[in-house]
Each structure stands twice: as C-alpha cells, then as structure tokens.
C-alpha cells in the first residue's frame, strides 16, 4: 500500500522563506521547508496497482500553467480550537479549475474513494496542540500581509506520503506537466 496525494510544489526559495519564519509559538509543529505544498486532492492509502492507474489518469489532465500566490495566513479550527496554521493561497480561476479536472480524473479510477471535501487552498506552515494563544494570534496578525512574489506553477506532482516519524517525509513520484 501507498499513501499519496496530488499537490502543487512551492519554489524552493519561498519554501525556505516560509520554514524561517516558524519559531516562537509553544504548541506548533512547523513544516520543515521540503513539506510545503498546495494539496489539489487527498487520495490516501491505495494499492500499488491502483497507483498505477492514479498516474495514467492524471496523465489526462490537460490545463494550462497559471501564476499562484499567497495572501495572509489563517486558522482551521477544530472543535477543540485551532488545529492548523497555514498560508492562504489565492483562489484563481485556473487553480480551481485544476483542482477539479484532478478531481474528475480520479473519479475514474475503479477502486478509488476520494473525499469531497470543500477545496481550500492552503500551504500548512504548522499543525497546533494546545498552541500558546497570545503566540499564535501575534503571528496572524503580523502576518496578515504576507504578500510573497507570485509564481508561475508550470506542473503538479503526484506525492507519496510516509507518515510515523516527527513529520511525514512527501516524495514527488510522478510528475505532470502544465500547457505553457
Ligand atoms: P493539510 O496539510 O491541510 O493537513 C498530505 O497529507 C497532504 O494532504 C497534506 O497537505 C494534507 O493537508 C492533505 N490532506 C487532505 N486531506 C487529508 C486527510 N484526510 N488526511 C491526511 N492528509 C490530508
């Protein structure tokens, strides 16, 4: 079995700029700089044939590259509070688009059972337990302008996921091009 899912890479610059700003705020886990993505869609733990056909499917998605940006950072709350920090992305037209011929894709591969959870594009900068509070609305609030330089996101990557040690370790196995 093999856990995967379908993202959009970050610049390896900005990956850096974002883990450097971690720090500071008991209670958050930060994202070393190599985890940071933009899930297009969660598949989860599928057979190794299943794999395969995952790759031939999103081998079919045709759509055009498109800039990408990041504006602000929020919260996912819990019923227990905020459980995730992470960096809004902006919602374009393209990228929501992608995400849903990714979408259509996997919907037609046998076997598979992908959530269908509202898409909300986000760079998860840090997982919380019980954060210090005073902490993390401090880095909210100084960071609600986060306004790094957009990107041009010229392809998306099927990933493997190997979860256990103190962060998953995400391994791009497949790479898809964007139309330029
Ligand atoms: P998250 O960072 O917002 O938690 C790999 O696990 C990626 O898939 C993460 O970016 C994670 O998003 C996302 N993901 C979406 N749904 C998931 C789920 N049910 N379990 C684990 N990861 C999920």
Sequence with gaps: MIRLFVALPLPPLLRQTLALAGGGIPGARWSPADNLHITLKFIGEVDER?????VSALDGVHAPAFEVALRGVGLF??????????A????????????????AALARVPGLDID?????????????KAPDAGRLRAF??????????????DR??????VTGG???????????????
């Design 50 to 54: 299943v794999a395969d056909d995952i």
């Design 77 to 86: 709350e819990s019923g227990k509070g905020p459980r995730l920090l992470y």
């Design 88 to 103: 809004a992305v902006v919602p374009s037209p393209a990228l929501i688009d992608l995400e849903k011929r990714v979408e």
């Design 116 to 128: 269908d959870r509202r898409f909300v594009p986000h760079v998860t900068l840090a997982r919380l």
């Design 140 to 153: 909210v609030e100084g960071n609600g302008g986060l306004a790094p330089p957009p990107w041009r996101a």
């Design 156 to 161: 998306f990557a099927l990933y493997s996921s």
């Design 166 to 180: 103190e962060h998953p370790v995400y391994t791009p196995e497949e790479w898809f091009d964007l139309e330029e």
